[in-house]
């Protein structure tokens, strides 16, 4: 029984080691030629890993690329050194314009201001710049396409170098591998923008394949690099999956683990976080689709002020009607949105309900919530009911609000409360979205307002019935036994229900997909 645990084991732990160097190189470092480990960029990566280029497919690449008028260039691996005129000299890391690669041996190129024959297997094949007019990429096509993968490169090379460590190659089953996740679980974190861009990436590409050229492109580079026989959207696919199979491995490791090994109690903390990573990978992928919608709510606020709702908050925590008091007592009917961070107040337009102004938001940070019996109130000399106070920490000052009714009231103590457990989550797991994404909301948000009246807009919000939130880490977590390339979003909690709060939106053309 025990022989067959530890065999079980050591498999799991084999599939576990593939999973963190797959797609990678054999090794957790490049060596160089004296054998000393340097860190290298992605780029280098790609560069350093073909000794020798594999004869035939990239003459035929490269051929395409140059009749189709692009440049190609090759840096040279070591020192030639030639007497023959019709040979071209160069030493190592010289690049050298390539004019010609039908034969597999020797390639005609430029270097400097000769041209001449050199020795195809005395270079590596690379793209460094391919252009026909001003280039064919783009920085946004890049970064578009490519997202944060140089990050992650850099993390998981030392990750896997750590991972090789912890592995007990005598005696596998033996292995303790688990405080290396524990170790590096905040770094996997890099992984959650990846996958958020992904989508983008995907569409960008998509575009590009269209055109002969950027086919060409791609598959030269591929042949160049002796990369296996896959699509570029199949390798930019990889990073993707491979944050999905750490907790479906882990989770088969400790299948295999007994109580009694040392490594039991790292392990399963090990699951538990990795799970968590992909709880947070796929909240902040709820998030991005919240901010396009809060974007689109913003712009069709009239008389706006002030920042922009998403320069601090990323989620609509609750919505409704209340009664605020002034300071000089005057009763004044507002409808409020509570956003983490910030409280909004807009007015309906007196003629068009459907019309919301903006006047005014507290800042929730600098706020405490404070409940107010019913009866008269000594801070405003007035009788209340149903009514809560929203005080200013610093200032003192104090914003009284009515609720029609107790069951409303209740609904905004336990909004306030959310917020403010919302804000501390966000803080503890490093929820955050880029200033990029959150502009790049505002501006499709008002592009699409672009030509449009606000009398196009024919309905008003109404409140959402209160909806429990409960803490990230506490949230059902499911893991499937497989995982669809067209679902791997869906690994770490089931499927959320569309907000309530946008569906009573369902008349408001911001609102519309």
């Given amino acids: 029984m025990v022989a067959r645990e530890g065999m079980a084991r050591f498999w799991s732990l084999e599939s576990l080691q593939m999973v963190a160097a797959d797609g990678g190189t054999e090794s957790s470092a490049l060596v ?12 280098e990566l790609c560069q350093a890993t073909p000794r020798y ?112 460590k ?38 960008e590409l998509s575009k590009l394949m269209k055109q002969g050229k950027y086919r060409h492109f791609f598959e030269a580079c591929r042949l160049l690099q002796q ?19 750490y907790p479906l491995q882990l989770a088969e490791l400790l299948k295999y683990t007994t109580q009694e090994h040392s490594d039991y109690n790292n392990i399963k903390a090990a699951y538990e976080a990795m799970k968590n ?18 974007a689109r709510w913003q712009v069709s606020i009239v008389d706006w002020e002030g920042p922009d709702v998403l320069a601090r908050s990323s989620e609509l925590i609750h919505s409704g009607e209340l009664t605020k008091i002034s300071k000089q007592g005057k009763s004044q009917q507002r409808t409020f949105f509570l956003f983490d961070h910030q409280l909004v107040f807009c007015k309906k337009d007196l003629l068009r309900r459907d019309i919301l102004y903006y006047k005014d938001r507290l800042d929730m940070d600098e706020m405490e919530i404070v409940d107010t019996e019913d009866g008269r109130d000594r801070d405003f000399n007035i009788n209340v009911k149903n009514a809560f106070k929203i005080i200013n920490r610093g200032t003192g000052e104090i914003h009284l609000f009515f609720a029609k009714k107790q069951e409303d009231k209740n609904r905004w103590m336990q909004a ?17 979205i880029s200033e990029n994404q959150k502009k790049q909301a505002m501006q499709n948000a008002r592009k699409s307002r672009q030509g449009k009246i606000k009398g196009d807009y024919n309905g008003c919000p109404v409140p959402p019935p209160h909806q429990s939130l409960h803490p990230i880490h506490q949230r059902h977590i499911t893991v499937p036994t497989s995982i669809p390339q067209q679902q791997v979003f869906a690994l770490a909690e089931p499927k959320r229900k569309p907000s309530l709060f946008w569906h009573t939106f369902n008349k408001l053309t911001p609102f519309k997909k």
Wanted: glycine letters at 6%; hydrophobic letters at 35%; a negative charge.
């Fill in 32 to 43: 160089d030629d004296n054998g000393s480990e340097e860190d290298y960029s992605y780029e």
């Fill in 53 to 164: 280029l594999q004869p035939g497919g990239e003459q035929l690449a490269i051929n395409e690329l140059i009749s189709d008028g692009s440049i190609v260039y090759a840096e040279a691996l070591w020192d030639h050194v030639t007497m023959d005129d019709q040979e071209l000299g160069f030493k190592a890391g010289d690049v050298i314009r390539v004019l010609e690669a039908s034969n597999k041996d020797w390639w005609w190129g430029r270097n400097e201001d000769k041209e001449a024959w050199f020795p195809a297997s005395f270079v590596r094949g690379y793209i460094r710049q391919c252009r026909k007019h001003t280039g064919m990429f783009t920085t946004a096509q890049l970064s578009t396409i490519f997202g944060n993968i140089e990050d992650i490169y850099k993390f998981q090379r030392k990750f896997l170098k750590d991972l090789e």
């Fill in 166 to 203: 912890q592995y007990n190659k005598e005696e596998p089953h033996l292995s303790e591998i688990g405080s290396c996740f524990l170790q590096h679980q905040e770094g996997f974190a890099i992984y959650s923008e990846y996958c958020n861009n992904h989508p983008s990436a995907c569409i």
């Fill in 227 to 245: 990369m296996i026989d896959i699509a570029i959207d199949g390798f930019l696919l990889t990073p993707v999956q491979k944050i999905c199979k």
């Fill in 277 to 294: 990573v992909a709880c947070l990978i796929n909240e902040r992928k709820r998030r991005l689709e919240s901010i396009d919608k809060i």
């Fill in 416 to 432: 306030c409360e959310n917020e403010r457990r919302r804000v501390q989550e966000d803080k503890e797991m490093g929820m955050e």
